[in-house]
């Protein structure tokens, strides 16, 4: 099943977005509908919230005064920290019971305000952040929910800023314009990305660069974000199982040409581990499924085996390859080791970027272009251990 977590500022059509997935199959499951269920007359949540706000806040039919509970939790941080306290868990169980019941083969949709606060993206396959700017936000407050203009930007400021969701979101919707620019956008995005990715999930495909003809890119400065949030959906799948995971190759090198492909080295204590049933599962229910004939990397020095097992994004708007090595292994050091020396050296930088360039100019395929990058390898190998010394790397 392909989980998605969707969210946006309060104001910016996050529920729009919601109902458009909803009529193209998705499964939603509404965080604030939830909320609102906890809360029902008789249900403890309710009246843990007014043991600790007041009972003023129950009107005599025994519901709720929402918006009573707005004014007070909304300007104040800590009292909203301390609401999000006592519903937070009934929430998320209720959540959890709703998700499983949706079919193997629908798209499950995640509807959560703060999702980005409570960090909850890094247990979805894809974050979905509906954004507006402010004053738009602040317009549909007061005109479409009868807001004042002081308590709607009360409740924009309280929620997460526009960078931080950035940070989360693999897609990102510009909704500051009209419906039907929103249709067109959510329509591409299931085409394109979610009914794919679902059928990747579902048939254990990988999404991979095509064999033949690489393109090399221009740096892109958003690699980076893409990798940490790859990196924190890993770290929450695989917990102790991997003390290490890190965003290694070309794209992990600020200022330097690649193939649109984020490489990641997910460390382990053993291979074992790597071949134990927790990992796989883990591994499989995130959609990075194993190459099973891929189990050794080519090694950089005389006479060696580097194993390592193989891994493989199904997502289709991103290609990713999982490396997992044991952590101390000549291939886990020289992996590191070899980032940071381009990191670190403009010259050995420049040089790599000349040899990419160079094959990228010829006809080959990916394996041909492992083989034709051995030599340049086999020269630049002591120029990298010197620098290794000489910065006393440990990693």
């Given at each position: 099943?392909?989980?998605?977590?969707l969210t946006g500022g309060?104001?910016?059509?996050?529920?729009?977005v919601a109902r458009l997935l909803e009529a193209h199959g998705a499964r939603v499951v509404d965080a604030d509908a939830v909320a609102r269920e906890v809360m029902e007359p008789g249900q403890p949540t309710l009246a843990a919230v007014a043991g600790r706000f007041g009972a003023h806040l129950l009107r005599a039919d025994g519901t709720l005064d929402r918006a009573g509970l707005a004014a007070v939790v909304f300007p104040d941080p800590d009292a909203l920290a301390a609401l999000d306290a006592i519903t937070g868990p009934a929430v998320t169980r209720r959540v959890a019971v709703l998700r499983r019941q949706v079919p193997r083969d629908r798209v499950s949709v995640f509807d959560m305000p703060l999702l980005v606060e409570r960090r909850l993206w890094v247990h979805e396959h894809l974050t979905v952040v509906v954004g507006?700017?402010?004053?738009?936000?602040?317009?549909?407050l007061v005109d479409q929910r009868g807001l004042a203009e002081a308590d709607a930007r009360h409740r924009v400021a309280a929620q997460a800023s526009d960078e931080q969701r950035q940070a989360a979101a693999d897609v990102w919707l510009?909704?500051?314009?009209?419906?039907?620019?929103?249709?067109?956008?959510?329509?591409?995005?299931?085409?394109?990305?979610?009914?794919?990715?679902e059928a990747n999930l579902l048939g254990r495909r990988r999404n991979r660069q095509p064999e033949t003809g690489p393109v090399l890119r221009p740096p892109d400065p958003t690699w980076p974000a893409q990798a940490a949030r790859l990196v924190a959906r890993l770290q929450d799948a695989l917990g102790d199982l991997a003390p290490r995971v890190d965003h290694m190759g070309s794209t992990s090198v600020p200022?330097?040409?690649?193939?649109?492909?984020?490489d990641l080295q997910v460390g382990v204590r053993s291979l074992d581990v790597a071949d134990g049933a927790a990992f796989r599962a883990a591994?499989?229910?995130r959609g990075f499924f194993r190459v099973e004939d891929n189990l050794t990397d080519t090694p950089h020095g005389p006479g060696e085996t580097w194993p390592e097992r193989f891994h493989g994004s199904a997502d289709p708007g991103r290609v990713s390859n999982i490396?997992?090595?044991?952590?101390?292994?000549?291939?886990?050091?020289?992996?590191?080791?070899?980032?940071?020396?381009?990191r670190a050296d403009a010259v050995a930088r420049d040089d790599?970027?000349?040899?990419?360039?160079?094959?990228?100019?010829?006809?080959?395929t990916t394996s041909t272009d492992v083989e034709a990058k051995e030599p340049w390898f086999a020269a630049a190998f002591p120029r990298m251990h010197d620098w290794v010394l000489r910065a006393g790397w440990t990693g």
């Open positions: 099943m392909l989980r998605i977590g309060i104001g910016s059509g996050k529920s729009t507006a700017g402010t004053e738009t936000r602040v317009r549909r510009d909704n500051d314009g009209e419906r039907e620019e929103t249709l067109r956008a959510v329509a591409r995005l299931w085409e394109q990305r979610l009914a794919p990715y200022g330097l040409p690649a193939v649109d492909v984020v591994m499989d229910d490396h997992v090595r044991e952590v101390g292994s000549p291939a886990w050091r020289f992996a590191l080791q070899f980032r940071d020396w381009l790599y970027a000349a040899l990419e360039s160079r094959l990228a100019g010829r006809a080959g």
